[in-house]
């Protein structure tokens, strides 16, 4: 078995850049030089994010395949652009990797990346290889721009707001359960959604384009995060219905099978990706016109509201609306 330690990190390079081809117009100078060159947007603001997986912490070996790790790295840091009404330019990928890491599992990291890449047309131009003495860890910088008149933010909501949420929740986090519990029997949808999650560009576009929503947050931790931190970017609070938060149907047979409820998996899961939009009622037929174009469904889950709290409204009791994902 040739591992990553045998080739070296020029040969790993050099066996990265042989796969990137067919670079756009935009990409002056790609993978090669000491930096990268992009073609400034015209009238438009760039729009840059980064995130960083972790063995051990964000994914596991053991459990998730190597092209699906690929892909997550890169979907995590669309999404961020997504949220923002951004379409992206192009991306970086830093590795940092065990020596002992087959060439082969190197090899398949980069075909979950690099498909995704092509797919939503976010050339590699470009990052770094470096040994890890522990965990394999991939960092991403994925670069976007957007309209400045156009560009969703989190601070923009006002009392009153309608909250949208795209499509179905609580998915990654049955897949993720599916994993721990290793249940033999889990469902495939849940386990996509946790391992190949996929960013919705395509809705994030639409909605800031039409201007029909007036903040956006991707929901990375969970809708309950997701929510509080819409609400304080804007000085507000929230209210959240229980009964109107769409679970993912097999998401909520893998929560009953497992003795948890499903609609912790939603507000607190975290990692569906879906986005979640402040809407004003004025604004409402043309944000769900511009969620329908993009192929998705939307459902009002709450709103933003004067007090500062944080409420999750079920079965008529007022409750507080439980805490997102956190890290530490």
Known sequence: MTTVRDLGEHALIARLRSRVTNLPAHIE?????????????RSELEIVTTDALIEGVHFRRDWTAPDAIGHKALAVNLSDLAAMGATPRAALLSLALP???????????????????????????GGNITRSPGPLMI????????????????SGGVAGDELYVTGALGGAAAGLLIRQ?????GDGECLRRYERPTPQLRAGRLVARSRSARAAIDLSDGLADGARQLAAAAGLGVEIDAEAVPILPAAAVVAASAGRDALELGLSGGEDYE???AVGRRQRRGFLAAVRR????????????????AILVQSGTRKPLPEGFSHF
């Open 29 to 41: 100078i790609g993978i090669g030089d000491d930096a990268a060159a992009i073609a400034p947007p």
């Open 99 to 125: 020596e002992t890491l087959p060439v082969a599992e190197f090899d398949a990291l980069l075909d979950g990346f690099l498909a995704l890449a092509a797919a939503t047309a976010t050339p590699l131009v």
């Open 139 to 154: 960092d991403v910088t994925a670069i976007g721009s957007a309209p400045r008149r156009k560009l969703l933010r989190r």
């Open 181 to 185: 519990t290793g249940n033999p029997d």
């Open 275 to 277: 986005l979640l939009f």
């Open 294 to 309: 993009a192929g998705l469904a939307a459902t009002l889950v709450g709103r933003l509201v004067d007090d500062h709290g």
